[in-house]
């Protein structure tokens, strides 16, 4: 990499982040610091053109700093952005023109209102002719399945039908490059499918996309290329495919289990061979995962330790998924 | 089944002035529908105006009517509800966004944030405007006053200046709640002050003479100067003429305008060092 942005670099990358920082100070009523958090402590990546990119990493991570940043609605500490080839600093209103920003959430829209309403709006304020609004809206509502609902107040909407409004507002003014930060957050599984599908025809279309999330899963579906980050640093960068291949030496032990309670987690935590344990035990059935080298041979031991009263519903022996490669990485 | 690749597309909206007239019309008409979205937009338009009036008549039951006392009166309760309003569509502008949790997609269209809250305060101070024709009309219907105007051009030309300049104060007075998060206590207490300095109430001459540098400070003071001399036979105010009260009222409504446009590029460094301007 060059120390200087050529324009050649900014034809292949879309985005292309070097050193970027962000500090949050918290202050008191009379205006002295109490508190300074370091959000983003020097990041570096790139995508490509067409690409579609995911920032992974859990609460707090920087995921929602980084895209603030990334579509000017933040300024940096340090570093530098180039969004495609602008400048995060100084472009302001030429980068907004250019891409479309889809937040997680119920926020955002004018609820007491209709969904085209909220559309021809946001179209006016990105300065799209009116005239090419009035044909594309309908056909936008079309394709994120809200035609013949679009004459309803937003308020009566399901929080599906709500950010599938929000992805359709990202697109009035036709941007080149998409920001979702975790945009199926609170959604039920359909609801989620609908809209990884909708991001997945953007891709198909030639958008460039960052998407972040904490699903994995949805991560290693979607994305190209995915950037683990944790506590404001990046602390990987691959193909889902690659990083996945970090954890290639483990498999993974699914346990569906009734009446297993944290001194069981710990019970496994102890067994040697085993790397580490992943438990859910807020509902009434309980989901442990257990990744260890041994694979099925630790079975008898995973039975051993369990105690009276409590029994194993199923259990599956797995590859590793990026979900077992992000543990490791967070972890570290 | 519409493909995306189906959309149509065109060129962007991208003169100076197009561009701005698109957001402004925007603003002004998105802040209508959410305006009569509301049913409580009865309560300031046509409940406040009838209690207004009502109250005036119980304690001026006793004067003659046709008095010109009275057709000061009514004007002054109009005048009064204008204000009312112009506070109220200043909270409301772009502090709308922030309660309604649509701020950050405001701030993040590639316009100033200032073309987008003169839409809304304009909408809100027509209204008030509407609100004051409301109530100049029942009063004037209740007391059975002739509505014998001395100038009828020039009090309709007062009032359009009036009503622009009463914007215009509206923006600034956003920028001041953006920047303040003590806005709400600041509007509130400055409604009564501004209501006897603007000379709403009674004439501004006969306010105590502290009071007098803030009174000709606020530009709508001269619009209602002006609005009274051309309204009401034999007005005795301040010692300007029509004409000087709308001159001064015209550039001290620059003034504010620079002002606050001024402001609003403070605001948008503001949200851009913070992230946010929600309310949390
Ligand atoms: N406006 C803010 N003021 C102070 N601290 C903040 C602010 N926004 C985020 N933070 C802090 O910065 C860190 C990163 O937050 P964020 O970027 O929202 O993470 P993520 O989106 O990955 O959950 C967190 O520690 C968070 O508490
Ligand atoms: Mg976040």
Redesign the interface.
Known sequence: MGEKTTTAESQIWAVSVKGLTRE?TTRNFFGGVTRTTWALSGIDFQIANGELFGLIGPNGAGKT?TI?IL?????PTGGDALILGLNVRKD???I??RIG?V?GG????????TAV?NL???S?????????AK??IP??L??VGLAGREKE?VEKYSRGMKQRLHIA?A?V??PELIFLDEPTIGLDPAGARDIRNMVR??KA?GKTILLTTHYMFEAEELCQRVGVISKGKIVALDTPSELKNMVRDISVIDLRTYGATMDYVEALRAIPDVVRVVADLESEQQSIRIQTPMGADLLPKVVASLPAGAKIIDRTIKEPTLEDAYLRLVEE | ??????????????GYVS?KV??L???I??TR??FF??PQWVIPNIIAPFIFTLVAFFLFQGETSGSSFLLYLVLGSGLMGMWGTTIYASANSIGFDRW???M????????PLSW?ALGRVLFNTLQGVLNAVFILVIGLAWFRVGFGLVNPGAFFLASVATFLSLSSFGLLMTTILLLSRKGGFITNSMEIPVYIATGTMFPVILLPIVYLPFAFMLAPTWGIEAIRIAALPGYVGLPTTYWQDMVIMVAETLAYLGLAFFLFKRVEAY?????TLEEY
């Not at chain 1, 579509?71 to 300024?75: K, S, V």
């Not at chain 2, 089944?1 to 991208?14: A, I, T, W, Y």
């Not at chain 2, 950050?104 to 316009?111: F, G, K």
């Not at chain 2, 949200?271 to 992230?275: C, D, E, F, I, T």
């Open positions: 949050y700093t603030k579509t000017t609605l933040l300024t302001l209103y030429e907004r023109r920003i937040f119920e926020r955002g829209l004018y609820n007491r209102v309403d021809r709006y946001f006016d304020l990105y300065g799209v002719d009116p005239k090419v044909e594309r056909k936008l079309e394709i107040r507002k697109l003014h036709d025809d953007l279309q | 089944m519409v493909s995306m690749q189906d959309l149509p597309r065109g060129k962007r909206v991208d561009q698109q957001v019309r925007a603003s008409f998105l529908k959410l979205a509301d309604n949790g649509t950050e997609a405001t701030l993040a269209a590639p316009i987008i949200a851009k060092r913070n992230g």
